[in-house]
């Protein structure tokens, strides 16, 4: 029975010191893997419409009479776009349309006669995509898409006169900054090159004639412009 009592006792002081070196040894904290970072999220879309200003000058380049017209001057009009933005990137795209006072002139000769050239375009118009970055309320971003512009070309000599009105069809690109005042107004400025090719033109009324020929024209706007946002974000 003594036997039993010590086997007993000595059980118990073997299970005791064990529990009590667990308590007292320091257990490592559980590792918890951090979640997987959420997602950019899509700011709601924005519509926005604005007015520019601005100026813009073109080259023309043909083989027939006069070979080549630098033409320069102001213009103005209207813009509409959206943008959506995910962080600091911003997508869109953005049409807009100006009225041009642009203009230039040159002389040469037509058949050995003397004349000269004037050229003048009416407007310009462009439609492409934006993509952005965002910096605060300060937005860089570039563009790029299709351009139009009307232009009317007219030649004289001293024994005749013609002209006619062009419209062209080409490509754009370019680049600008944009900056926040307030939650729904904006000021951007912009530049823009446009391409518009050869085109294989006659000019047949009146009694100058002029046998089709290859004109190349490319010109360039500067826009300084203000937008109104009528969702809130960039």
Do not use: C
Request: no cysteine.
């Amino acid at each position: 029975m003594r036997r039993i009592a010590l086997v007993v006792v000595s059980v118990g002081a073997f299970a005791s010191s064990t529990f009590a070196a667990e308590i007292a040894m320091p257990r490592k904290a559980p590792i918890v893997k951090a979640p997987p970072p959420a997602p950019a999220a899509m700011s709601p879309v924005s519509i926005y419409a604005g007015a520019h200003i601005g100026g813009g000058w073109s080259r023309f380049s043909s083989a027939a009479a006069i070979e080549t017209v630098s033409t320069s001057g102001l213009l103005g009009g209207l813009q509409l776009g959206a943008n959506l933005q995910s962080g600091n990137f911003v997508f869109g795209v953005e049409g807009d349309i100006s009225i041009a006072a642009v203009r230039g002139s040159g002389t040469g000769t037509i058949g050995g006669v003397a004349a000269t050239s004037k050229v003048k375009h009416r407007w310009f118009a462009t439609l492409g995509g934006r993509v952005g970055y965002a910096m605060g309320r300060t937005l860089i971003f570039a563009k790029g898409g299709a351009a139009w512009t009307q232009y009317r070309w007219d030649f004289a000599t001293a024994a005749a006169a013609l002209g006619q009105s062009h419209d062209r069809f080409g490509w754009m690109v370019g680049g600008g900054v944009e900056q926040a005042w307030t939650d729904t107004i904006s000021f951007k400025l912009e530049y823009n090159y446009l391409d518009f090719g050869r085109k294989s033109e006659t000019f047949t009324p009146g009694a100058l004639v002029i046998a089709p020929t290859d004109v190349r024209l490319y010109a360039h706007l500067v826009k300084l412009g203000v937008n109104y946002r009528f969702v809130s974000g960039r």
